[in-house]
């Protein structure tokens, strides 16, 4: 099977959906099938900022990536790019023809999807990794008006699919509102239980070193935006360290908020136990959550949370807030659910998991279990059973 995978976003920009389609890519093509990735074409200056070298990713010779002329778009990363739809793209693909076409988001790339499966009379799967109203915050308009058009056009654009999937169910039921009627379902992201995976002890204190960290480390992981709301964290871990004075907070990853939440430490007094590590690679970006103890988020834009998911599989217990699919990934099992914006609630959290080894475990516990359940091995396999079923469907219209 020749696979066609379209993304607005894509390696070296800081996205979990990058992350997930190169994991699913992998698994793909393991399994034998041809992928072809289509993305905007990046910048020196974007692939510095991620920390990497100008050339292209390899992911092995069955996946072939094809990137689309693209320019600068303000989006929190600080590499964000925008793709201006033709609708002719599609043409390069007549020699190399997929036999479906997978589009996970509904920008210029995505509209190049829509042309693609159009012209070359390809299904249509469609994944909405995302809530449009996050994107208006960064646009030169915004308003209302503005949100009640944007979400009319995704339910539109995914309209146009076979078949459409979200990994959380609480993005299904706004675009429903919206006017979304086609066959859909929650599938989670790949999760990379490989590179992330539990440390003994003894592992975790030699990490701990090699990072500069404390006896106990609270972390957080991916972009530094407004909507991650890591402030909220960086006032809890403030309150937090008042009762456990030997309590560090690793912060990996970049963004347009980072100077002030370098700010916001000094000020409360915590600026020397909040470490911004940037963007880290590859390698000390899996073994920076072998060294921490606990792992937090606070965002309200999450339609899974990849980085959440890492630490599960890692092995760390996990503290959340109610807001979009978090509350359905953390359960008791694995850690705690808190009101958006409580910093006071969650720092009682990030106290009581300090305080408690066998807390950790039991939960850390419970995240691996939660992980496996998700594995890129396992994804693949549901995605390639629901692609051959679209396929056939096609074929037999």
């Keep these: 099977m020749r696979i066609a995978i379209f993304?607005?976003?894509?390696?070296?920009?800081?996205?979990?959906?990058?992350?997930?389609?190169?994991?699913?890519a992998k698994e793909f093509s393991k399994m034998g099938h041809l992928v072809d990735i289509y993305a905007p074409r990046y910048s020196k200056k974007d692939f510095l900022k991620a920390g990497t070298a100008f050339k292209e990713i390899d992911l092995g010779?069955?996946?072939?990536?094809?990137?689309?002329?693209?320019?600068?778009?303000?989006?929190?990363?600080?590499?964000?790019?925008?793709?201006?739809?033709?609708?002719?793209?599609?043409?390069?693909m007549r020699e190399n023809k997929p036999d479906i076409i997978h589009v996970h988001l509904f920008f210029g790339v995505g509209m190049e999807a829509l042309a693609a499966s159009r012209f070359l009379k390809v299904?249509?799967?469609?994944?909405?990794?995302?809530?449009?109203?996050?994107?208006?915050?960064?646009?030169?308009?915004?308003?209302?008006?503005?949100?009640?058009?944007?979400?009319?056009?995704?339910?539109?654009?995914?309209?146009?699919?076979?078949?459409?999937?979200?990994?959380?169910?609480?993005?299904?039921?706004?675009?429903?509102?919206?006017?979304?009627?086609?066959?859909?379902?929650?599938?989670?992201?790949?999760?990379?239980?490989?590179?992330?995976?539990?440390?003994?002890?003894?592992g975790r204190n030699d990490l701990k070193n090699k990072f500069g960290l404390s006896g106990l480390t609270l972390l957080y992981a991916g972009r530094l935006a407004a909507e991650k709301h890591v402030d909220v964290l960086i006032r809890a871990f403030a309150t937090a360290s008042k009762n456990i004075p030997n309590a560090d907070f690793a912060i990996t990853g970049h963004g347009g908020a980072e100077g002030s939440l370098k700010k916001l430490a000094e000020e409360l007094g915590v600026g020397d136990k909040v470490k911004f590590f940037g963007t880290v690679s590859t390698e000390d970006h899996a073994l920076i959550y072998k060294a921490a103890d606990v792992f937090a988020v606070a965002s309200t834009a999450e339609m899974q949370c990849i980085s959440m998911m890492k630490a599960m599989a890692t092995g760390l217990p996990v503290i959340g807030v109610d807001a979009w699919a978090l509350p359905e990934y953390i359960d008791k099992k694995n850690g705690f659910v808190l009101q958006v914006g409580d910093y006071e609630g969650i720092a009682q959290k990030m106290i009581k998991l300090f305080e408690s080894a066998e807390l950790r475990k039991k939960l850390g516990q419970g995240g691996i279990e939660t992980a496996r359940k998700f594995s890129p091995e396992k994804v693949a396999k549901k995605w390639i059973g629901i692609y051959e079923k679209i396929i056939k469907d096609h074929h037999n219209e």
């Design 7 to 24: 993304n607005d976003n894509f390696y070296p920009e800081l996205s979990g959906i990058s992350d997930s389609i190169i994991d699913s």
């Design 61 to 92: 010779e069955k996946i072939r990536i094809h990137r689309l002329l693209s320019m600068r778009y303000p989006m929190p990363t600080e590499q964000g790019r925008i793709v201006i739809p033709t609708s002719l793209r599609w043409m390069r």
């Design 123 to 202: 299904p249509l799967v469609g994944t909405n990794h995302t809530p449009i109203t996050e994107f208006i915050k960064y646009g030169p308009v915004k308003g209302k008006l503005v949100e009640k058009i944007a979400k009319g056009f995704v339910s539109w654009f995914y309209n146009r699919c076979d078949f459409v999937t979200a990994p959380s169910k609480g993005i299904l039921i706004e675009m429903k509102d919206n006017g979304f009627k086609k066959p859909s379902m929650v599938i989670s992201n790949p999760i990379d239980i490989a590179n992330f995976s539990p440390v003994s002890q003894e």
